[in-house]
Nanobody, 124 residues
Framework: QVQLVESGGGLVQAGGSLRLSCQAS????????MGWFRQVPGKEREFVAT????????YYADSVKGRFTISGDNAKNTAYRQMNSLKPEDTAVYYC?????????????????WGQGTQVTVSS
């Protein structure tokens, strides 16, 4: 089992920045990818980004490419997401997730472990 705890959400004005963290504990050696998803009420959970835990390779949704950056600190078992140039449409609950298989996937169903979610609100 892998447990994920997120932190760093909050309220920010459009154009501002936030940094989210996701700390993993438990059987972290089984984690191949750490992903981020977001969800707004009434909509499906949307892929944001993912990072290969061993190689550091990153993948982004087109909607956040160039504005969001994800990174990982293996020693701390923590993934980070730096969000810049935030827009009101980025408002959502953001979830981190861990995948225990070695192929990169952007689908929600491919991730086995999930954090509790953290609210990000961008005001216009």
């Amino acid at each position: 089992q892998v447990q994920l705890v997120e932190s760093g959400g909050g309220l920010v004005q459009a154009g501002g920045s936030l940094r989210l963290s996701c700390q993993a504990s438990g059987r972290t050696s089984s984690t191949y990818y750490m992903g981020w998803f977001r969800q707004v009420p009434g909509k499906e959970r949307e892929f944001v980004a993912t990072i290969s835990w061993s190689r550091g390779t990153t993948y982004y949704a087109d909607s956040v490419k160039g504005r969001f950056t994800i990174s990982g600190d293996n020693a701390k078992n923590t993934a980070y997401r730096q969000m810049n140039s935030l827009k009101p449409e980025d408002t959502a609950v953001y979830y981190c997730a861990a995948r225990d298989l070695p192929s990169v996937v952007r689908l929600e169903t491919a991730y086995k472990y999930w954090g509790q979610g953290t609210q990000v609100t961008v005001s216009s």
